[in-house]
């Protein structure tokens, strides 16, 4: 058996060995710059956890589905509608100062505790605060 001949063979005999194992590490590969690429969630990732995770964090009493929207990079009418449908979620009674509605945790905030936030910044803004 000349040696062109042999090469050819083990050619053969191994290419579907090396195929599957070199898409297997390619598709490793990608997956792995994908995770790397960016930190922002991934457009298949729940909207609905996302907005509740920035409902939860303690540097807000009460959010904007603008300012949600904004921090997750979503399309507001998406969270607007997660904000509207979500159990977990208490629309304020308040508002901003520009007419938006403001958004809050049920377990963040009572609805006692909301009518009295609002009570007291009406009142704050009539009378001046101290």
Known sequence: MNKERYQAQ??????PFVSSTYRYAQQEI?????SKRSN???????????????????????RTAEGIA????????EVKTVLETDPRVRQSVMRTRSGDTL??????????????T??????????GSD
Do not use: C
């Open 10 to 15: 083990v050619a053969q005999s191994i290419t």
């Open 30 to 34: 990608m997956s792995r710059h994908k």
């Open 40 to 62: 922002k969630p991934s457009r298949d990732a729940s909207t609905g956890s996302f907005v509740i995770t920035a409902l939860e964090d303690e540097k807000w009493d009460y």
């Open 70 to 77: 904004r921090q997750i990079s979503r399309p507001v009418q």
């Open 103 to 116: 958004y809050t945790l049920k377990k963040k905030r009572s609805a006692l505790k909301d009518i009295f």
């Open 118 to 127: 609002a009570f007291r910044a009406m009142n704050s803004d009539k009378l």
